[in-house]
């Protein structure tokens, strides 16, 4: 997928805007209002995760599967559960060039809002608590001879967001969230000991660092018919640097002490899903 984020961005808004200059039907509240329900969701997206600073990138395509629930409560309150998984293999840019590494991530979230009805449609802010994990896996030999390890982000995060919902016609919804989410707190885990083995390295430590700084943005427009709908999705991630954490490594039997930092960092995905209410 070629797409660039930019030209994702101005494609969606022209979009969205083309689509407000259609013709709505009257606004059906109970048609438009949140469901009670289970909804399974497939995805397919582009995946780029870089540290400036480095000059480092991963990036490559990812799969995604989603489940979704909701429940309604009194007073037009809701109630819902997130849970994303998506899997792909990237290709390496930085210390030299390796490809097809394998990359997934867990986003897991609980979501409380409400239902206000306002002119043609129904607005549904929400706030929650979200988890996600991300495991990527460099091991071996990039092209330059440098040795790989695997890298696991732990992130606790805030999401306050907002979806719209007006019916299109009798039959079809347009549905447009935007999100905004705030890190709470960050977990780096680095497995230094995977170089252990390897060109001399005879004692490395796994290393934790903290990032506690940095913020999630995403959107969606999604095209609602019946029990299916389907559209497109963007999010980034910006987290910034973390603290330094002093460890030895030992190699070829002379031991020395470095300070570790996880640079700052940035996460960009965009792509398509397909959902289906069951």
């Known amino acids: 997928m070629s797409l660039s984020p930019k030209h994702f961005i101005i ?22 209002k949140t469901k009670s329900g289970q909804e399974f969701e497939i995805s397919i997206s582009s995946y780029r995760y870089e540290e400036p600073s480095l000059g480092m990138t991963n990036k490559g395509d990812k799969f995604g599967v989603n489940h979704l629930g909701a429940k309604t409560l009194n007073a ?16 390496y840019v930085g210390s030299g060039y390796q490809p097809s590494a394998p990359d997934w991530y867990l986003d897991a979230r609980g ?14 802010p929400y706030i929650g608590i979200g988890y996600r994990y991300l495991f990527n896996d460099l091991r071996g030999y990039s ?34 969230t935007v999100e905004l989410d705030r890190l709470l707190g960050g977990r780096q885990l680095s497995r230094l000991s995977d170089l252990v ?13 903290a990032q506690n700084s940095g913020f999630g943005f995403r959107a969606d427009v999604m095209y609602e018919m ?19 954490v002093l460890q030895p490594i030992v190699k070829n039997g002379a031991t020395t002490w470095y300070f570790f930092t996880e640079p700052e960092n940035r996460t960009t995905e965009l792509g398509l899903r397909m959902r289906f209410r069951f």
Do not use: M
Request: net charge negative.
């Open 11 to 32: 494609t969606c808004l022209f979009v969205f805007v083309s689509l407000l200059h259609t013709p709505i039907a009257h606004a059906d509240s109970q048609i438009l």
């Open 76 to 91: 037009d309150w809701f109630i819902k559960d997130d849970l994303r998984f998506a899997y792909g293999s990237v290709d």
């Open 111 to 124: 979501l409380v809002g409400r239902d206000f009805l306002s002119g043609n449609g129904i607005y549904s």
């Open 143 to 176: 092209s330059s001879g440098a040795i790989g390890y695997r890298r696991e982000s732990n992130y606790l995060y805030v999401p306050l967001g907002v979806t719209h919902r007006f019916k299109l016609d009798d039959s079809a919804v347009l549905a447009t």
């Open 197 to 209: 083995g390897h060109s001399g390295y005879n004692s490395a430590p796994d290393v934790t660092n």
């Open 226 to 244: 019946g029990g299916w709908a389907f559209g497109p999705f963007f999010s980034i991630w910006r987290i910034s640097e973390s603290d330094s």
